[in-house]
């Protein structure tokens, strides 16, 4: 047995479920897809419930099943009929099972919940034909089929590892907060790549834009035009004016190539385990922290908001001269940290003002307009063609600039987080940051990660399996 | 009479030498003339003596004047001896005239001189035909010769106009230091232009690169090919292969052109007359000076190398990730001073380094190499396609950090300067450097001139005349 395959036997037994927990996952669908079978049987448009997802498909990873009940409706049902015949039968029938449930919302709203330790979603779907798609959801039981349809029992094993090899680098999951690769992305990779181990080697050459054919390809050149930005391309075999791999970003594909480059050089079952907290100095680091309050939302919609608004910060600090050299975002209940590290906190003194051509129409404008600033500290001087001159900065600390900017509206933040940005708390490394996270594991295990700043892939290197 | 013609009527009582000054520089040029011709008569080679440049052409500056006697000798008396009969015979020259002597170099030595306080240059060419030069001298009595045939009482006006006013704005002479508009050149100027006025409006609607026809002209796609770095192309009219402006920087070109939109929009006589040493407050800006002894060379052979060495300590200290503002050199006798100012003396702690896509062949390199390095902070991580990572810095005051670099041969420096920069004294506005200077007017001027950074135009902006 290779080196490759012994830790491919010892990883199995991480993501494998075992026998019992195979049972107890599959006889609680059974028992809640036939509960459901009763209880919406004569809701209007009612047609059929199914299992679908990762339980249906035999492809989840161990200890992380959950199990997802599709609730099928006539199309000529309206979405608003849908929903609520969702939200009010979908809870009877786990409380009928003892458990316990709450609303979610993704496209549009669903009952989730747990019964019997295992997480269980109902979700109503309408029963269309490929093409006629009525909400994002109907095309997951199609999904189901396409999968079932090519799995063996080695490319359900191969699924598996992949989806451990993905959350032991933090690149599992489509949601907006990962930018990751979904389950049923990582199943057509595997699928397309005939097994777990091949598609780490053709990921390892990998160079972005990256497509990949499988059912219905539509061609390369035609791929690179229809999704002109995305770094990954996978058209989904029942439709493939859709992209699966959508939600996935540059970095997390440069990431996962990298995790495929690494793993490959030396395999290591570390790769299929979450990378622990590193416990990280705090040293002389240069650290801003925007913590607010946010309201109750989606996590797509809230991460949505939190990105582009952390983008946006970002955007204004490196445009007032602040050189960032990394920022990232937590949440912690209701409260987000938005965590940047600067070049430094304070910008120099003194600003060169560039000004124009001495040859251009405005040169004598710039000249005069500059001797009248009162910030006016040198200048204006000529270098090469052109005009400069070198102001002074009343404020230079970035914590009282970004106050200021937001307080201004100088700051482009998601319009959703506009107020509880203006109740920002902005603290620095210098200004009780580090005393302010201290008791939040949250936030204080986000800060640890940004402070040390090796990418998951990077920190299996060298740990001891 | 315009507002115009007032000020050049005033400023020629400026420029325009009164009738002793007259007579004085003419007798004494005669006297020298004929001395000359009788004490180089017999020397080997001797063809005959002449009176070139300002004098000769009556266009010199009140209070400027400087009478070049040129001694022709015959191709066939080689340089060396050339040389060595203009230093014996030149030298008794002078002496018999009661003044005194020292020798000097350009091209090739010459002695220089003051007589009845008026300076004298005595200087050896050969008497060859145009294109047969050989020294780079030779071209002078063409030039004498050409520029006297198209001179009017007008224009010899205008000449000494046009050279106050550049005067006035630091932008004559076309020495290393300066990098200005000789005077031969800005003869050529008003003549092309037919007057200082209509040669005024003109550059105030200049945009490099310009390029200037008189006699014998080679067309402007020629010459930009001919002179592809070249701000400013004048062919000169007796070897249209050489460019009258080569000397010209960008920086004083852009310079004059800035005069001449200033002054034709507001004329005023302060033009003509150098600006004032202007006391300037020193805050805090971020100020870094290095100071050297230098030995006794021609002034453009030093000021190459001085300007030359002051480029390259920008240039490693930009690399490095300082930002230089300013740069500039002055000399005090023998010594020298380099002066920056820069965003800020110290640099961050800690340095982004960008590495390689994680697609390329070395990227696991730079993550094996990054981790293995004891200045290590953070990281590497992955944003985009790149790694990164943050390194801590060692040291990082800009005085300590340029004292290694030239120890170490980091810093590209003037061959000739090497030495001497060694020894150099590094001090920076908050450790001594203002004290260091106090004593030393010409440092002081200086310092106080990059303070105030006004460009000399803009300094005649204001000022009452």
């Given at each position: ?14 993501v ?32 059929s ?18 199990v997802d ?10 979405m ?30 669903y ?5 019997e ?27 189901t089929?396409?999968?079932r ?22 690149l ?9 690769i979904s ?43 229809q ?22 970003s ?26 622990e ?29 939190i ?39 304070t ?11 001495v ?23 000529v ?38 940005l ?14 302010r ?25 060298g740990?001891?399996?």
């Amino acid at each position: 047995m290779t080196r490759l395959e012994q830790v491919l036997e010892e990883a199995s037994l991480i993501v494998e479920p075992e026998e019992s927990e195979r049972r107890h996952v599959t006889g609680m669908a059974a028992k809640l897809l036939s509960t459901c079978m009763e209880e919406f049987e004569g809701c209007e448009g009612f047609l059929s419930a199914s299992i679908e997802g990762s339980v249906a498909k035999d492809t989840w990873v161990k200890g992380r099943a959950e199990v997802d009940v599709f609730i099928h409706f006539s199309p000529d049902v309206g979405m608003e009929k849908l929903e609520s015949t969702i939200l009010s039968v979908g809870g009877r029938v786990i409380e009928g099972l003892g458990g316990r449930h709450w609303l979610r919302y993704a496209s549009h709203p669903y009952i989730e919940g747990e019964v019997e330790a295992v997480r269980v979603n109902i979700v109503g779907c309408f029963e269309t034909g490929p093409g006629h798609w009525i909400s994002a959801v109907d095309r997951t039981p199609y999904h189901t089929e396409f999968v079932r349809s090519r799995l063996t029992p080695e490319l359900r094993r191969d699924i598996r590892l992949l989806k451990g090899f993905l959350i032991g680098s933090g690149l599992y999951g489509a949601e907006i907060r990962v930018e990751g690769i979904s389950g049923y992305l990582s199943e057509l990779l595997v699928i397309g790549h005939a097994g777990f181990t091949k598609l780490l080697r053709s990921v390892a050459g990998w160079r972005p834009p990256v497509y990949i054919e499988l059912n219905g390809s539509i061609g390369r050149a035609e791929a690179l035009k229809q999704f002109p930005n995305a770094p990954l391309i996978l058209p989904d075999p029942v439709d493939p004016a859709r992209n699966v791999a959508a939600a996935v970003s540059t970095t997390k594909l440069a990431e996962f190539i990298l995790a495929s480059k690494l793993f490959i050089r030396s395999p290591s079952v570390s790769f299929f385990k979450p990378p622990e907290v590193v416990m990280a100095e705090e040293g002389d680091r240069e650290l801003l922290g925007v913590f607010f309050k946010v309201a109750e939302l989606p996590p797509d919609i809230l991460w949505g908001e939190i990105k582009h608004t952390m983008r946006g910060v970002a955007r204004r600090l490196e445009k007032e001269g602040f050189q960032v050299y990394r920022a990232g975002a937590a949440q912690s209940g209701n409260e987000v940290l938005l965590l940047y590290e600067l070049a430094g906190l304070t910008l120099p003194r003194y600003e060169l003002r560039m000004g124009p051509p001495v040859w251009m129409e405005n040169a004598l404008d710039f000249i005069e307009k500059t001797l009248r600033r009162g910030e006016r500290a040198a200048g204006p001087w000529v270098e090469g063609e052109r005009l400069y001159a070198l102001l002074r900065r009343e404020d230079t600390e970035a914590d009282r600039l970004l106050r200021r900017w937001i307080e201004a509206g100088q700051v482009a933040v998601s319009h959703g987080l506009k107020e509880e940005l203006r109740r920002a708390e902005i603290l620095t490394s210098r200004s009780g940051l580090f005393e302010r996270i201290k008791e939040n594991k949250d936030f204080r295990e986000f800060l640890y990660s940004l402070l040390d700043g090796v990418s998951p892939p990077i920190r299996h290197l060298g740990r001891r399996s």
